[in-house]
């Protein structure tokens, strides 16, 4: 049997669960220290309205905001212990575990069908995929979210190097989400991004005769201590599989998808060419 995890179909929407938690413990040790909003806000860098939406689990404060809260309220470690967890309520559910495993990776490789990935996304591009998700996200949602994928893009600047790779179908590149200057700003990143000697970037052409992955998108992740994993995504069911028949099934594929695929040479001159003519 495949050793699978299936991830959690829940949602974590702000105003909830640990970030609500944290936020009533954080207005306690506030109130209990006789600091009022403004200040603590001063002491950290935030408004004074920030600091209520972090109070009321409405955003997500930052490892640093947390380190300064608890320096600032004396609170003795207490805000500290919720770093890991508000780093995890960043991601929707399903993309929690996936997160983790991506920070610990020396290697990654993305094969992409619908949009660009996360890793590559320009600030616009993600906002735009998250306001056009349905049902809709609440604003606080969509901020949230943008800025944690955001911040997964650290991972090119990691030493040692993390070796990195995407396949992207051509309809990836074509599609103009969030409009013309959004798009051309997608694209400008891409190739900003696959002059890394870390990273390559392909693209697989429309007009293949053969494709090795006609099952989907899915992530290969290689972790420092070995760990090899598929990271399958679907709706509500998002899976890590672990054993080695299924990740070699997908690592396969993969290799197979390259091959088809233009060269990263001919990749970025296909992106070059598609920016030329806009």
């Known amino acids: 049997m495949s050793e699978e995890v299936q991830e959690s179909e829940g949602e974590s929407e702000p105003g909830s669960g640990v970030p609500l938690i944290f936020g009533r413990l954080l207005k306690r040790?506030?109130?209990?220290?006789?600091?009022?909003?403004?200040e603590l806000g001063r002491l950290t860098g935030y408004s004074a309205a920030t600091i209520a939406s972090f109070e009321q689990g409405r955003r997500i404060p930052s490892a640093?905001?947390?380190?300064?809260?608890?320096?600032a309220l004396n609170a003795q470690g207490v805000l500290v212990d919720f770093i890991e967890e508000m780093?995890?309520?960043?991601?929707?559910?399903?993309?929690?575990?996936a997160a983790a495993l991506e920070k610990q990776a020396v290697a990654l490789h993305v094969f992409a069908v619908q949009a660009v990935p996360g890793l590559l996304q320009t600030e616009d591009?993600?906002?735009?995929?998250?306001?056009?998700w349905r049902p809709p996200l609440s604003e606080e949602t969509i901020e949230?979210?943008?800025a944690a994928r955001l911040a997964r893009q650290e991972i090119f600047a990691r030493k040692p190097a993390t070796t990195l790779s995407f396949v992207l179908e051509e309809a990836v590149v074509c599609r103009r989400?969030?409009?013309s200057a959004v798009w051309r700003g997608q694209l400008e990143q891409i190739l900003l991004v696959g002059q890394r000697r870390n990273v390559e970037i392909q693209v697989m052409p429309n007009d293949r005769e053969e494709h090795a992955?006609?099952?989907?998108?899915?992530?290969?992740?290689?972790?420092?201590?070995?760990?090899r994993i598929a990271y399958v995504p679907a709706y509500k069911a998002s899976r890590l599989f672990a054993d080695r028949s299924t990740v070699r099934e997908v690592e396969e594929q993969y290799n197979l998808l390259r091959a088809q695929a233009l060269t990263p040479r001919e990749s970025l001159a296909f992106v070059e060419k598609l920016l030329g003519e806009t």
């Open 64 to 71: 640093r905001f947390i380190m300064q809260a608890d320096e």
């Open 29 to 38: 040790l506030r109130t209990q220290a006789g600091v009022e909003r403004a």
């Open 87 to 97: 780093e995890k309520a960043q991601y929707p559910a399903f993309f929690r575990d």
């Open 144 to 146: 949230q979210r943008v």
């Open 177 to 179: 989400l969030g409009g």
């Open 125 to 132: 591009y993600a906002r735009a995929v998250f306001t056009m």
């Open 213 to 227: 992955c006609l099952n989907g998108p899915f992530t290969l992740i290689e972790t420092a201590k070995g760990r």
